[in-house]
């Protein structure tokens, strides 16, 4: 394990040598005890200061890529601004997990699917070309929305699915400078290659991630699991409105547990934009959301439940 004190010192020590970068490694080290992850190196990085929460250049906020889950959660300003982010984050884990897991750790959590998570097993993901047991196999947990027949495995994350829902960017550097990723730009559908997760490229380090000014729009999640703590969801609503009075003069949508990226639903959203708010309505958004679902044996029971829950979520926003 390299120990690094700055960013160009992280650089460059990537650039000398094929290695992962490591934060809390609450997913990372756990991968490496199971031998599912086996990077030669490891570059720790947790020293780094890429801690802090600043307000950005023309009212949103910057989440320093070690933030950790807690510290954005309990932030006053995502508290009161972001609050789907806060109550996603708190949706999570545990506190001792939240405490050790960070911003940018988090953004690339890797699926919890079962077979992914046993080096004994083929899938596509870790081994490409090995095949997927999990289309024929235990597949309760995972995907709906976005699956291709090389695998349908879920993103496990609550935070993704608010940052989805906020818009948020993504900020990276490498030793050939800095760039800025849309959030709707950084996950990839599995298609035949879902061992590529994200449009990360190999040895770039996410910095920070940017919160766009989110004044006049209140904003909730909501999480739908088979137990109340401690477990990843089957379903989630991250949701973003502006009200007109009872009119929906904005919104925005995301998905968790469902897709196999965090899933925004653009039509909902546009179904929506200028009606009253009513039940009524956000069912039928919920029934566009979901209009392209492809269950698999044993999830259809999701597409129901993620209606139900987004139609909740937006009751319970514009209330
Ligand atoms: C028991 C358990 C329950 C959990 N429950 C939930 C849950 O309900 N909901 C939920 O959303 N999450 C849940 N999680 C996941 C948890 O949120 C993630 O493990 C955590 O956010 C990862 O952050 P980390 O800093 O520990 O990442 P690490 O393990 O340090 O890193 C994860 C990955 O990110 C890469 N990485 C880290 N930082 C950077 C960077 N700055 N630039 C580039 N690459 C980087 C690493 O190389 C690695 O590939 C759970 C985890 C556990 C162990
Ligand atoms: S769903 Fe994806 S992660 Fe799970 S076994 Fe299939 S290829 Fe692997």
Redesign the pocket.
């Known amino acids: 394990m390299t120990r690094v004190a700055d960013v160009d010192e992280a650089l460059h020590a990537r650039q000398a040598a094929p290695a ?11 991968l490496m005890r199971q031998d599912v992850e086996r990077p030669e190196r490891v570059i720790a ?1 947790n020293r780094l200061a ?1 801690r802090t929460i600043d307000a950005a250049a023309g009212g949103g906020l910057v989440l320093g ?2 933030a950790t ?1 807690s510290e954005v959660a309990h932030h006053p300003r995502v508290r009161s601004e972001y609050r789907v982010l806060s109550e996603a984050i708190l ?4 506190t001792q ?2 405490n ?3 911003t ?6 890797r699926t919890r699917c079962i077979y992914f998570r046993d080096p004994h097993a083929a899938c596509n993901k870790r081994e490409p070309g090995s095949g997927c047991p999990a289309i024929t196999g235990f597949n309760r947990n995972l995907a709906v929305l976005g699956t291709s027949d090389h695998c349908i495995a879920t993103n ?4 993704n699915v608010a940052l989805t829902a906020l818009e948020a960017t993504i900020e990276v550097r490498s030793a050939a400078g800095s760039r800025t990723i849309p959030i709707d730009k950084f996950y990839l559908l599995p298609a035949d290659t879902p061992q590529r997760e994200t449009s ?1 490229q190999p040895g ?4 920070a991630v940017t919160l766009p000014p989110m004044s006049g729009w209140r904003s909730h999640y909501l999480k739908l699991r088979d137990r109340q703590s ?4 089957l379903a989630s609503a991250a949701v973003a409105v502006q009200l007109d009075g009872s009119t929906i003069a904005g919104v925005r949508i995301a998905l968790g547990g469902v897709g196999t990226i965090p899933w925004r639903a653009p039509a909902a959203e546009a179904a929506l934009r200028g009606k009253t708010a009513s039940r009524d309505a956000f069912r039928e958004a919920a029934e566009i959301a979901l209009r392209d679902a492809r269950p698999q044996s044993d999830n259809g029971f999701k597409i129901e439940l993620a209606k139900r829950c987004l139609t909740q979520a937006l009751l319970e926003v514009t209330a």
């Open positions: 992962q970068y490591v934060a809390g490694g609450t997913t990372l080290i756990d990085i890429l890529a070690l889950n949706s999570g884990a545990t997990i939240r050790m897991a960070t940018a750790g988090n953004l690339l959590q496990p994350s609550d935070q990360l770039e380090l996410i910095v401690y477990e990843f969801a």
